[in-house]
């Protein structure tokens, strides 16, 4: 089992010192990657809420995440470096393509790409974007994505995107392209992942049961993608968890608790079919006082996970 964390780029907490300080430790400590996600802006009047809940304060300030990891880049050699997640209908192809390929050759080939629909009305129409039909325009992003990382000269004609007969450069220097994972947990997300991407990134829910469920519903959309013989990659997104101080005995959440407790729920996720599980210890404390040193307390202890 691989093990990540993500980088600061949300909360006040991301600032050009704290970024480079946890990339370079992490790497240091002998993580495997770090991860960024993507939020546009903090809608005051917000057309929805976030799966039921108000948006979290740790929305309000957020570093771009394709910037940001080529900065951890220029400041790291080995540890890979990811999104979790791009929201794909929110971009055109082209631009993202050069971006990609830009992250993965001033890294020496360690991109990785997680990539989703977005939720957020209000972050599409600052992007320009059409809310409306956004699964179908994830599709043809990847299928674009492809032609313009594949031989030159490149060309694409779909329902949504053009692009001209051209020559694009750089290419991204892993082949085909950057490991591409796809979150969301409905079942068209799960088809489309399992025809069109390298695997799964999940978000980790707190409850064991759940996370079992999901890894099993992503296996089978695999299998019935018939890719049985294909190597599936996923990597899951744990919000919530960290390591506590003291053992947690009645009601504990999976993958928080002792760093044993912990542990054997990442075991657990290793025997459920993950491959990789990267915490999110800025999400937790970012906004706390003093809240980078407790972000790099747990940097400390979830080392010790595997």
């Given amino acids: 089992m691989k093990l990540g964390l993500t980088l600061p780029n949300l909360t006040p907490a991301a600032t050009r010192q704290n970024a480079l300080t946890l990339a370079r430790e992490a790497e240091r400590l002998g993580y495997d990657s770090l991860w960024v996600t993507d939020r546009l802006l903090y809608p005051t009047q917000p057309r929805q809420l976030m799966m039921g809940h108000p948006w979290p304060d740790v929305y309000r300030y957020s570093l771009d995440p394709l910037n940001t990891l080529v900065f951890a880049a220029a ?129 980790a829910p707190p409850d064991a049961t759940q996370a079992e469920q999901a890894l099993e519903q992503m296996h089978r959309a695999w299998q019935e993608a018939g890719r049985a013989n294909d190597p599936m990659q996923v990597v899951v997104r744990v919000n919530h968890g960290y390591i506590a101080e003291q053992p947690i005995e009645d009601n504990r959440p999976f993958l928080v608790g002792s760093l044993d407790q912990v542990r054997a729920d990442v075991q657990q996720l290793a025997a459920w079919g993950a491959d990789e599980v990267f915490f999110n210890p800025v999400r937790l404390f970012g906004l706390q006082p003093d809240g980078f040193n407790k972000i790099m307390q747990q940097v400390e202890l979830l080392r010790g996970l595997v």
């Fill in 75 to 203: 400041v790291t050699e080995k540890i890979r470096l990811g999104t979790s997640l791009l929201d794909f209908p929110m971009y055109a192809p082209t631009p993202l393509a050069k971006c990609i390929a830009t992250l993965d050759v001033l890294s020496g080939g360690r991109a990785i790409i997680g990539a989703g629909l977005g939720w957020s009305e209000d972050e599409y129409i600052a992007s320009n974007a059409p809310f409306e039909k956004r699964g179908a325009r994830m599709t043809e992003m990847i299928q674009a994505l492809n032609i313009l990382w594949g031989p030159d000269p490149v060309e694409f004609h779909g329902k949504f995107y053009e692009i001209p007969e051209s020559i694009f450069n750089p290419k991204p220097l892993q082949k085909p392209r950057p490991p591409l994972l796809v979150g969301g947990r409905a079942p068209q997300a799960l088809q489309r992942a399992a025809r069109l991407a390298d695997g799964f990134n999940p978000v």
